[in-house]
């Protein structure tokens, strides 16, 4: 597939992501991208499965910190142990999502409750704007969101509101997500916010944004100042369509954590590796190994939005 240029031949409309894998399975890297480096608030999004596991074989993410942002994890099949520095241990199902605000700092792990059986989610970070970035940090399931029905759509409300639903996920920025599900051919134009950027990914099946063809692996980048949005699938399907203002402020983006100079990172670099347990505590009920940071071993990082 071909990436189309906007209309003012500046940014790809259709950027296409990055193959990783992380605690042994695969996934799609679609924010940060070279094109892109946020929507939004939305810093981050890692598109993981689906994928069946071997009957002796899951998904382990060991203990690991995380500063400055929030993690938003969206299950769609599969099961997953979240435990953390706080001592939250949550398991989260299909149809659920798990925010944790890391503010000044938290730890925490991520690991298949059962080897074997499928496994399917987006995790997204959000970064925090300043006056909450170093607020303390937190944790919380929310095992039911906002359902929509219309035209053969099954739309949920992750984060923000449309059609009148809204989520009760707590974000400090001024935010869109939503899922699209559909068993079968179909259509549908949805009201955007024109002062928010948008972008659309395909998680099963491709879909059809504005005409433009998106497949998995691949993020559909759209400006402020559209106001609709229209979906088509010629079958069964499911979409991540994201949206926020711009953010205004320059990030840091280093590993795990979010900050605003390289300064900042170095130094949870520092706490992290050197078991500081007053910024990063460990992660309760877990006895695996933590996950070092990498050093930067003289990068320099460069801010950005």
Known sequence: MNSSANSDNQLPHNIEGRPAEVGGISITRLLPTRNKRMVGAWCFLDHAGPVDFAADQGSYVFPHPHIGLQTFTWMIKGEILHRDSLGNSQVIRPGQVNLMTAGKGIAHSEDSVHAGGSMHLAQLWIALPDAQ???PPAFQNYPELPVITQNGFELTVLVGNMLGKTSPVKVYSPLLGLNLKTQA????????????????????GEVLVNGETVAPGFL???EPGQTDIRVQTHGAAQALL???????EDIIMW???VARTQDEIEQ???????????????????TDP???APVLDGVHLKARR
């Not at 949870?268 to 877990?286: K, T």
């Open 133 to 135: 970035r170093n607020s």
């Open 185 to 204: 051919q179909a259509e549908l134009t949805l009201p955007l916010n024109s002062a928010f950027e948008h972008a659309v990914a395909a998680l099963e």
């Open 220 to 222: 559909y980048y759209l």
């Open 242 to 248: 994201i949206g926020g203002k711009p953010f205004e």
């Open 255 to 257: 590993w795990n954590f």
């Open 268 to 286: 949870a670099i520092q706490q992290w590796n050197a078991g500081d347990s007053n910024r990063f505590a460990p992660v309760q009920d877990n």
């Open 290 to 292: 933590p996950t070092p």
